[in-house]
């Protein structure tokens, strides 16, 4: 079993709609961050999320770390075909803060 | 250009053949990983390294070895490779506290 679940593992939708993945764990987390994976690359860093109840905005990409720093969500509003990729969350914890990644959902946006 | 470099992008290999994956970061970090990729399984650790000499087992790691004899670099060695060590490779790096850069990723197969 993933230390963070993810969910839904796949995701298509139309262009326009809205949008939102979920990463969760039993566990606590010092931080939480999530990536962004495009084919044949290594995952690029969106935004990293330290305090629980935490909401951070990037543009159309909205993220919130849950009150217990257990849990986030992704939404993205009026999904673009740009957005494509794979959606990873990574929780930081244990003595050396390092990071546990999920098994990512992948987002297809289609024209 | 701060930047995460591994190579060979691609390799293809028999089992039994030792190969060396090498990785290198030029922007000074302590931490160094190295993450396998397989579908439904998310990025997983093999190694991690906190500093020069200091390395450590991560979630994966038999059948794997590191070394980190300078701060810029950090080398997978595959002693005996088997076919169930195929998969996509990524190494990262990252400062103490902060976010993992990653490398564009090793496609490794094994026959």
């Known amino acids: 079993t993933q230390l963070l679940e993810q969910s839904p593992q796949f995701l298509s939708i139309q262009e326009g709609e809205n949008l939102t993945v979920y990463c969760n764990s039993s566990s606590v987390f010092s931080s939480l961050q999530w990536y962004r994976q495009e084919p044949g690359e290594g995952p690029v860093l969106l935004v990293t999320?330290?305090?629980?109840?935490e909401v951070k905005k990037l543009k159309r990409l909205t993220f919130q770390f849950g009150d217990a720093r257990k849990d986030s969500s992704l939404h993205i509003t009026a999904a673009q075909p740009g957005d494509t990729g794979l959606y990873l969350c990574?929780?930081?914890?244990?003595?050396?803060?390092?990071?546990?990644f999920g098994a990512g959902t992948r987002l297809t946006v289609k024209p | 250009e701060a930047q995460v470099t591994q190579n060979p992008r691609y390799l293809i290999t028999v089992t039994g053949k030792k190969l060396t994956v090498t990785c290198s970061q030029n922007m000074n970090h302590e931490y160094m990983s190295w993450y396998r990729q397989d579908p439904g399984l998310g990025l997983r650790q093999i190694y991690y390294s906190m500093n020069v000499e200091v390395t450590d087992k991560g979630d994966v790691p038999e059948g794997y070895k590191v070394s980190r004899k300078e701060k810029r670099n950090f080398p997978l060695i595959l002693e005996s490779p088997s076919p169930n060590q195929t998969s996509l490779y990524f190494c990262?790096?990252?400062?103490?506290?902060?976010?993992?850069?990653f490398g564009s990723g090793t496609r490794l197969t094994v026959v």
């Open positions: 999320v330290v305090t629980g109840g």
């Open positions: 990262a790096s990252r400062p103490r506290g902060g976010y993992y850069t």
């Open positions: 990574a929780g930081a914890q244990g003595w050396n803060n390092d990071m546990r």
